[in-house]
């Protein structure tokens, strides 16, 4: 799989890429297609596919650095806000599946605002209590 992966490649140098932070374990770059001004992804610098696949580890690490990057970030960019998305499988949207987070920077002005919008769905009387009950861990 990394032979192939295009982020696996990036993390090679073997495909050039916008780098914006690096440590042992990451590497962060700014999206080729962004959401918005400033939308960068922290990869791993290991190959897992997804969330399911991330070392609990890293996983925590992962948020440590995303915290730390944002707050650097909204200072430089002046961005209003953030969205970090983590997409995980295909119906998902998930297109490298190589373990990324996006950190996307919202900007009161001119954003782009339909982005992370979603039809809401309901549930009936009871199907809460039921899901939860069968979802509890
Ligand atoms: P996903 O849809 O898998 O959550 O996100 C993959 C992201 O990787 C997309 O936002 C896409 O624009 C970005 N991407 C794909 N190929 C490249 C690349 O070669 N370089 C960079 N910098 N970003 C890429
Ligand atoms: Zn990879």
Redesign the pocket.
Known sequence: MGESC?FCK?IRGE?P??TIYEDGDFKV?????PAARGHA?ILTKEHYANLYELPEELAGKAMVLAAKLTAHMTEKLHCDGFNL?Q?NGEIA????FHF?L?LIPRYKDGDNRDLLTWNQITYEDGQVAALAEMLRL
């Open positions: 295009i990036i495909i890429s916008a770059i700014l999206d080729i297609n992804l998305v997409n949207g998930q297109t490298v990324h996006h």
